[in-house]
């Protein structure tokens, strides 16, 4: 009879747990999908671009201004003489355009990646507060250890219930044809 109990008790929980499922909105959902996207494009291009400046700061061997060290580390570059970090810029600069990035003189493709990722991040968390979840969103951003958590939690409850079509990426050139 215990067994029995436990078993229609469970039945029953699930049963209440699909009714007060999440519904978030279409435009939570479309965000979310914008935001998986924006992370996916900054994976794919990090190794290159880390490439493409570790290339550079090995080619020149620039040193460290501060203690005369070879700089071998991009985020490093700061510490170089401006002369240095001028010629650094402008080979970067060549070298993105070869590998088919088109940015700003001095811009990071990488860096403009990351920026555009975090701001699709903030979409998706102030869309959140419709799902009224108990979350404070001025508490969530002291420490970034919950605002990742919570990210991960979101991601993991929104993108299952993404509609595919949201996810697919244009393929390269395609908005030429």
Known sequence: MT???????????????KKQMIKPSPALL???????????????????????????????EYRDRFDGNIITEPKHA???????HENY??????????????VEYGECPLLIAEN?????RDVVIKLSLELNI????????SKLEWL?????????????QIDPSLLTLP????HEQ
Request: glycine share 4%.
């Open 3 to 17: 067994a029995y109990y436990e078993y229609h008790h469970l039945v029953m929980k699930k049963n209440n747990m």
């Open 30 to 60: 479309q965000s979310t999908a914008t935001y998986v996207k924006a992370m996916a494009y900054t994976q794919t291009i990090r190794p290159i671009i880390e490439s493409i400046q570790k290339k550079q700061l090995s080619a020149h």
């Open 78 to 84: 700061f510490a170089m003489p401006e002369a240095d």
């Open 89 to 102: 810029v402008h080979g970067l600069h060549q070298e993105y355009i070869i590998a088919g990035f088109h």
């Open 116 to 120: 555009l990722e975090r701001q699709a």
């Open 134 to 141: 108990g979350i404070n969103i001025e508490h969530l951003y």
């Open 148 to 160: 990742d958590q919570y990210t991960e939690l979101l991601l993991n409850l929104l993108v299952p």
């Open 171 to 174: 393929k390269p050139n395609e």
